[in-house]
């Protein structure tokens, strides 16, 4: 059985898709920041200076009464909430993390119609006299046995 599991985990496609995750993982990390620490705070500065992570609705209050100004002092308070501020971030996060595996996939397929694009090189030329296929080598047509200049 450790035989079989080693086969299957040698595999180049789970040895791909275990790079893909932790690489996925790294990129979720910046994708995160990039989201809370680059994108939201001037968003937020647009709308009135509004920080979307404090957006939540109290369902049950906790030890000390609402209102909370943040939700830090909300959780802390041990305060039930739908923090959908946090879920906007997720939502915005995911977007960006799409947009970038969407081009992404769009540069691979680029790369690979320019690969499927390129011509393979001649091997056949045309004779000149009896318009033959002949190889690109000759001297001599094969079949109208004439003298091919330049060659």
Same mark, same amino acid.
């Given at each position: @059985?450790? *035989? &079989?599991?080693? &086969?299957?985990? @040698? /595999?180049?496609?789970?040895?791909? @898709?275990?790079?893909?995750?932790?690489?996925?993982?790294?990129?979720?990390?910046?994708?995160?920041?990039?989201?809370?620490?680059?994108?939201?705070?001037?968003?937020?500065?647009?709308?009135?200076?509004?920080?979307?992570?404090? $957006?939540?609705?109290?369902?049950?209050?906790?030890?000390?009464?609402?209102?909370?100004?943040?939700?830090?002092?909300?959780?802390?308070?041990?305060? +039930?909430?739908?923090?959908?501020?946090? $879920?906007?971030?997720?939502?915005?996060?995911?977007?960006?993390?799409?947009?970038?595996?969407?081009?992404?996939?769009?540069?691979?397929? /680029?790369?690979? /119609?320019? &690969?499927?694009?390129?011509?393979?090189?001649?091997?056949? *030329? &045309?004779?000149?006299?009896?318009?033959?296929?002949?190889?690109?080598?000759?001297? /001599?047509?094969?079949?109208?046995?004439? +003298?091919?200049?330049?060659?």
């Amino acid at each position: @059985m450790f *035989k &079989e599991f080693k &086969e299957f985990a @040698m /595999r180049g496609n789970v040895v791909d @898709m275990a790079v893909g995750i932790i690489i996925g993982g790294a990129f979720g990390t910046i994708v995160k920041s990039l989201v809370n620490d680059v994108m939201m705070p001037p968003l937020g500065l647009l709308l009135g200076g509004v920080d979307f992570t404090n $957006f939540f609705v109290v369902l049950k209050e906790g030890a000390n009464p609402a209102p909370y100004k943040a939700l830090t002092e909300a959780q802390a308070a041990g305060a +039930v909430t739908i923090n959908y501020g946090v $879920f906007l971030n997720a939502i915005i996060s995911f977007l960006i993390v799409a947009f970038a595996v969407f081009l992404l996939i769009k540069g691979i397929n /680029r790369l690979r /119609r320019e &690969e499927e694009a390129i011509p393979p090189p001649a091997t056949t *030329k &045309e004779c000149p006299f009896c318009y033959s296929t002949i190889a690109l080598q000759a001297t /001599r047509c094969p079949h109208c046995t004439s +003298v091919l200049s330049g060659a």
